[in-house]
């Protein structure tokens, strides 16, 4: 885990223990674009291949492409994989293979291969030595897991739960259909399989981060979050940095090769670049842009939904990047995908080599757990930097634990270690839902009672009349709904409550236990309905579960925080319109530099305002800026 208790503050513009890149399109990251098996066959015309090549690389430079040798039932053969391999080369562009290993599916649902068909055995085998004779690294597009229910696999689950006959199915497919395969066809390959962005359900369809992860030479990360609300799977924005940094943690020291982005399902090119730049914001060595055909397209590129923002001074200049190519020549045709993507990975290179490695706080979520699904990119979108990790974090000064921590069997021990050692845990509604009859009761006395108060009116602080308003003047707001929790006055402290009709419900409540603080954090039935508590009682919660850490902000919802640990930070706004931040930081400091423009934010006079959590920290001195829409600045204090 890498988070930090203090923050040592620095001037430093090197990242310490950042990555190495050797000299390529980019400083700081390599850059590969993917190219489909449709694509690979298209690209056998000379004519064709030349010009999408040119028109490619005028607008996104890059290091690397990945030629897929299978995909839904089709197969590249040996001449045409050779002679791109050889045309890539030439243009001093290296290659690697690709498979994705699906099925025509049903309209638009997806469908994988049946590990029970011998048909579909032999045709994972053919495609994988298909890959391996022509490539030293090949890379599984997020195709390998398994939803098939045919008579077949009705059959052979034999009584087990359908989460565990995949993975046991598919721990033995990786092993025999797939890495035996390949190495006998190349000793010299190395298999990297592609985890997709879904990570709270994996187990279910057989995608094993624990067994099968490990078995690769390398895994990839998924970290396309499109749209959060238009999509099937809405995802929530932070969760592009979010993902490749628990894959970080699930094969550290150099395991997680790249973060993986696609163009599809975004209302305004904004969203396109935000998913670029925060997956090499977690530091990510490797970007793939999925793929080939979309940024090869003569199609131009429509800026979309963005309007509200146009006249703004954003992170994406929409006019420099139309007026701008990758290659220095004259812009000519119009922009497409590739000019986007190309555009804001310059802005992200002359950024990274300044930023040191992630910290956060630490989240445990176990492997093959599941519970308040996504629920750590709710919390990053309301500005809290985490770090999620699968091994519990025993180093870390607190420690995030929500519902899927119930999976770990000794959870509860776990907890109590954590506490007796003098360290803190905040656990989650739903975690206490989960563990109240499993033992967290010899720890405090609390009951999740299964009914629901909508809530309005929020008070934070605790003791004799020490109670504060937290809803804005004038406006109490829309009602949301959360769970009651029960507790016994005096024992456990409600730090942040909610008050509806002289009835109160606990948000945040703590109780002392040994030498350490337990936390309860009550979520909302509708996580999103995070983003609209009160600012003010946003910015309490954040005041107790970063209390410690280096850089804590107060700004409106669907702001994050980018922290490092070489004393350089990130702040990025999702919200169509500007947003006031101010920004909270360890120790006594004059300025804030921004590290792209140089500019200085002077500190703000006074003390920093504080919510009742930073009553023992030390002093923070406190600056504030203003983002524009969809917009980032990076800085370090001086």
Same mark, same amino acid.
């Given at each position: 885990?890498?988070?930090?208790?203090?923050?040592?503050?620095?001037?430093?513009?090197?990242?310490?223990?950042?990555?190495?890149?050797?000299?390529?399109?980019?400083?700081?990251?390599?850059?590969?674009?993917?190219?489909?098996?449709?694509?690979?066959?298209?690209?056998?015309?000379?004519?064709?291949?030349?010009?999408?090549?040119?028109?490619?690389?005028?607008?996104?430079?890059?290091?690397?492409?990945?030629?897929?040798?299978?995909?839904?039932?089709?197969?590249?053969?040996?001449?045409?994989?050779?002679?791109?391999?050889?045309?890539?080369?030439?243009?001093?562009?290296?290659?690697?293979?690709?498979?994705?290993?699906?099925?025509?599916?049903?309209?638009?649902?997806?469908?994988?291969?049946?590990?029970?068909?011998?048909?579909?055995?032999?045709?994972?085998?053919?495609?994988?030595?298909?890959?391996?004779?022509?490539?030293?690294?090949?890379?599984?597009?997020?195709?390998?897991?398994?939803?098939?229910?045919?008579?077949?696999?009705?059959?052979?689950?034999?009584?087990?739960?359908?989460?565990?006959?995949?993975? +046991?199915?598919?721990?033995?497919?990786?092993?025999?259909?797939?890495?035996?395969?390949?190495?006998?066809?190349?000793?010299?390959?190395?298999?990297?399989?592609?985890?997709?962005?879904?990570?709270?359900?994996?187990?279910?369809?057989?995608?094993?981060?624990?067994?099968?992860?490990?078995?690769?030479?390398?895994?990839?990360?998924?970290?396309?979050?499109?749209?959060?609300?238009?999509?099937?799977?809405?995802?929530?924005?932070? +969760?592009?940095?979010?993902?490749?940094?628990?894959?970080?943690?699930?094969?550290?020291?150099?395991?997680?090769?790249?973060?993986?982005?696609?163009?599809?399902?975004?209302?305004?090119?904004?969203?396109?670049?935000?998913?670029?730049?925060?997956?090499?914001?977690?530091?990510?060595?490797?970007?793939?842009?999925?793929?080939?055909?979309?940024?090869?397209?003569?199609?131009?590129?429509?800026?979309? +939904?963005?309007?509200?923002?146009?006249?703004?001074?954003?992170?994406?200049?929409?006019?420099?990047?139309?007026?701008?190519?990758?290659?220095?020549?004259?812009?000519?045709?119009?922009?497409?995908?590739?000019?986007?993507?190309?555009?804001?990975?310059?802005?992200?290179?002359?950024?990274?080599?300044?930023?040191?490695?992630?910290?956060?706080?630490?989240?445990?979520?176990?492997?093959?757990?599941?519970?308040?699904?996504?629920?750590?990119?709710?919390?990053?979108?309301?500005?809290?930097?985490?770090?999620?990790?699968?091994?519990?974090?025993?180093?870390?000064?607190?420690?995030?634990?929500?519902?899927?921590?119930?999976?770990?069997?000794?959870?509860?021990?776990?907890?109590?270690?954590?506490?007796?050692?003098?360290?803190?845990?905040?656990?989650?509604?739903?975690?206490?839902?989960?563990?109240?009859?499993?033992?967290?009761?010899?720890?405090?006395?609390?009951?999740?009672?299964?009914?629901?108060?909508?809530?309005?009116?929020?008070?934070?602080?605790?003791?004799?009349?020490?109670?504060?308003?937290?809803?804005?003047?004038?406006?109490?707001?829309?009602?949301?709904?959360?769970?009651?929790?029960?507790?016994?006055?005096?024992?456990?402290?409600?730090?942040?409550?909610?008050?509806?009709?002289?009835?109160?419900?606990?948000?945040?409540?703590?109780?002392?236990?040994?030498?350490?603080?337990?936390?309860?954090?009550?979520?909302?039935?509708?996580?999103?309905?995070?983003?609209?508590?009160?600012?003010?009682?946003?910015?309490?919660?954040?005041?107790?579960?970063?209390?410690?850490?280096?850089?804590?902000?107060?700004?409106?919802?669907?702001?994050?925080?980018?922290?490092?640990?070489?004393?350089?930070?990130?702040?990025?706004?999702?919200?169509?319109?500007?947003?006031?931040?101010?920004?909270?930081?360890?120790?006594?400091?004059?300025?804030?530099?921004?590290?792209?423009?140089? +500019?200085?934010?002077?500190?703000?006079?006074?003390?920093?305002?504080?919510?009742?959590?930073?009553?023992?920290?030390?002093?923070?001195?406190?600056?504030?800026?203003?983002?524009?829409?969809?917009?980032?600045?990076?800085?370090?204090?001086?």
């Amino acid at each position: 885990m890498r988070t930090v208790p203090t923050f040592a503050i620095c001037v430093l513009l090197s990242a310490a223990g950042s990555p190495a890149i050797a000299d390529g399109a980019y400083q700081n990251f390599k850059a590969a674009i993917y190219v489909g098996v449709n694509s690979v066959r298209q690209l056998q015309d000379p004519k064709l291949r030349e010009q999408q090549y040119q028109r490619i690389a005028q607008q996104v430079r890059f290091d690397k492409v990945y030629l897929e040798s299978y995909r839904g039932g089709q197969f590249a053969d040996d001449a045409s994989l050779e002679q791109l391999k050889k045309f890539f080369a030439d243009k001093g562009v290296a290659v690697a293979g690709g498979i994705a290993l699906d099925a025509r599916g049903h309209g638009r649902q997806f469908a994988t291969l049946d590990y029970e068909n011998p048909d579909d055995r032999a045709a994972c085998r053919r495609a994988v030595e298909l890959a391996a004779r022509h490539f030293d690294e090949v890379i599984l597009d997020d195709f390998f897991f398994y939803n098939s229910k045919s008579d077949a696999d009705i059959a052979a689950r034999a009584g087990r739960s359908w989460t565990q006959y995949r993975l +046991e199915k598919m721990r033995e497919v990786a092993q025999d259909l797939v890495l035996k395969p390949a190495r006998a066809a190349n000793p010299r390959v190395r298999v990297t399989i592609k985890y997709p962005n879904w990570y709270e359900h994996f187990q279910g369809l057989g995608y094993d981060l624990d067994v099968e992860a490990k078995k690769f030479d390398f895994i990839y990360t998924g970290t396309e979050t499109r749209d959060p609300e238009i999509t099937d799977q809405l995802l929530q924005q932070y +969760e592009s940095y979010l993902v490749f940094r628990y894959f970080d943690n699930v094969r550290p020291h150099g395991g997680n090769r790249g973060g993986w982005v696609d163009t599809y399902d975004t209302r305004y090119v904004d969203r396109y670049a935000e998913q670029l730049w925060d997956t090499l914001f977690a530091r990510a060595p490797e970007i793939t842009l999925f793929d080939w055909s979309d940024l090869a397209s003569p199609a131009t590129l429509a800026p979309g +939904e963005r309007q509200a923002w146009s006249g703004q001074h954003t992170s994406f200049d929409w006019d420099a990047m139309l007026h701008s190519t990758a290659d220095g020549s004259a812009p000519g045709e119009a922009p497409g995908w590739a000019r986007a993507a190309g555009w804001s990975l310059e802005q992200a290179d002359r950024l990274l080599g300044r930023l040191g490695q992630p910290i956060g706080i630490a989240s445990y979520k176990p492997y093959q757990s599941s519970g308040e699904d996504y629920l750590q990119a709710y919390l990053g979108n309301i500005g809290i930097p985490i770090e999620l990790t699968p091994e519990f974090p025993t180093q870390a000064n607190l420690v995030l634990l929500t519902e899927s921590a119930r999976q770990d069997p000794n959870i509860i021990a776990r907890i109590k270690h954590q506490l007796v050692s003098g360290k803190n845990v905040a656990i989650t509604s739903g975690l206490l839902r989960a563990l109240q009859d499993r033992g967290l009761r010899d720890i405090v006395e609390l009951e999740y009672t299964g009914r629901k108060i909508a809530v309005r009116k929020f008070v934070e602080g605790y003791g004799a009349g020490a109670g504060t308003s937290g809803n804005e003047p004038g406006n109490t707001g829309r009602a949301i709904l959360f769970p009651e929790i029960r507790f016994y006055t005096n024992d456990s402290w409600p730090l942040i409550r909610g008050v509806t009709n002289a009835h109160g419900v606990p948000i945040l409540l703590m109780n002392r236990y040994s030498r350490g603080v337990l936390y309860v954090l009550n979520i909302p039935d509708n996580p999103g309905d995070l983003y609209q508590l009160p600012q003010s009682v946003t910015n309490a919660i954040r005041g107790y579960l970063q209390a410690g850490f280096p850089v804590r902000m107060n700004a409106p919802a669907q702001v994050s925080l980018f922290a490092y640990d070489n004393g350089s930070f990130i702040v990025q706004s999702f919200r169509p319109e500007s947003a006031a931040v101010d920004i909270f930081v360890t120790g006594t400091h004059a300025q804030l530099r921004d590290l792209l423009s140089d +500019e200085r934010v002077s500190a703000e006079p006074g003390p920093a305002a504080t919510p009742q959590a930073d009553r023992d920290e030390a002093a923070r001195t406190s600056f504030h800026i203003v983002l524009p829409a969809h917009s980032y600045r990076a800085y370090i204090v001086q």
